[in-house]
């Protein structure tokens, strides 16, 4: 449920107001409404604009948040993009996404990064649509956005970290994604059986291309209407990095017969990479960053492999 706000419902709901009277160009705001977070963790708190212009959608990210994200702290420790103050920068990486992608974005009216006065902030043009989910993915679905993925992976980069400006080299990867795993796994707990098998693996790990991937690629980012993906509406967690690690995330959402549909959609583009000798690592990195909800680690060390 959307619950509703208005210009005097408290300190929060007059957030977006001073938000847009502090920006020059965005027009006036005659109401907001608050829209309930999905997650505990989640890094922004969301609103939807009614202007003159239209209606928005305002992203402000709350920084105090970042500190329960696993997602985050995982992003931050081994991409080097700290949300905060990335966020104003979150037009690079949507030009990169319109050139290379194939899936629809909602236009950007608006971003800025974190200052001593103001939170750091992003602002759409509101699009409708349904919201996917597992249950609702249908074949189309899934060969479409093999295609934008594929799309995207064959953009090619010599340098990995923060899409806007990835600054590291490819010999860099394996020694900061081993720093980054036995940090958070120390600070989650995690120790045998599973990190020093990971551990031995990191040497079988030498990327020498990455591309922009997506590491919170989840159903829910994306809106549907009919067989078609219509929009693909958050954006924050592209990063420059391998490819093998988003087509890992995506293993686990796709069933059989599904992963099947995305391997013949996207080979139409790009070869699949082989994830055998990555497959360990990558799954350690994305249960560590609670990519999924997954609470069960033996689970999910475990799950079928697809590709």
């Known amino acids: 449920m959307v619950k509703k706000q208005s210009q005097h419902g408290g300190k929060d709901a007059a957030a977006p107001f001073a938000l847009f009277a502090q920006h020059d160009g965005l027009p006036p705001l005659s109401s907001v409404q608050a829209i309930p977070a999905m997650f505990e963790d989640s890094t922004h708190q969301i609103w939807r604009c009614e202007t003159a212009d239209g209606s928005m959608l305002l992203k402000i990210c709350q920084q105090n948040n970042l500190a329960l994200s696993s997602c985050w ?76 993925s594929a799309s995207l992976h064959a ?3 010599t340098l990995w970290g923060d899409l806007s400006h990835p600054e590291y080299d490819a010999e860099f990867w394996p020694e900061v994604l081993l720093k980054t795993l036995v940090r958070q796994a120390g600070e989650q707990g995690i120790a045998e059986p599973w990190l020093p098998l990971v551990v031995s693996q990191i040497e079988l790990i030498n990327p020498t291309v990455f591309a922009p991937i ?42 059989e017969q599904q992963a099947d549909v995305f391997a013949r959609s996207y080979q139409e583009t790009l ?22 909800g997954e609470t069960d680690l033996d689970k999910w060390m475990r799950h079928p492999v697809r590709w």
């Open 155 to 157: 953009h090619e980069l």
């Open 271 to 292: 070869a699949l990479p082989e994830l055998k000798d990555v497959r360990l690592c990558y799954r350690f990195l994305l249960f560590l960053m609670n990519a999924l």
């Open 73 to 148: 702290q995982v992003i931050e420790q081994l991409f080097g993009r700290y949300l905060p103050y990335e966020l104003g920068k979150i037009d690079a990486i949507q030009q990169q996404l319109e050139q290379y992608g194939q899936l629809p974005l909602p236009e950007l009216l608006g971003c800025a990064s974190q200052t001593a006065e103001t939170p750091a902030f992003m602002l759409n043009r509101f699009v409708g649509g349904r919201m996917l989910s597992a249950e609702l993915l249908t074949e189309p679905m899934i060969a479409q956005l093999a295609r934008h």
């Open 214 to 255: 997506m590491l919170d690629n989840r159903w829910d980012q994306y809106l549907f209407e009919a067989d078609k993906i219509t929009a693909l509406v958050d954006i924050d967690a592209f990063v420059a990095g391998p490819r093998e690690l988003e087509l890992i995330l995506l293993e686990y959402q796709l069933n």
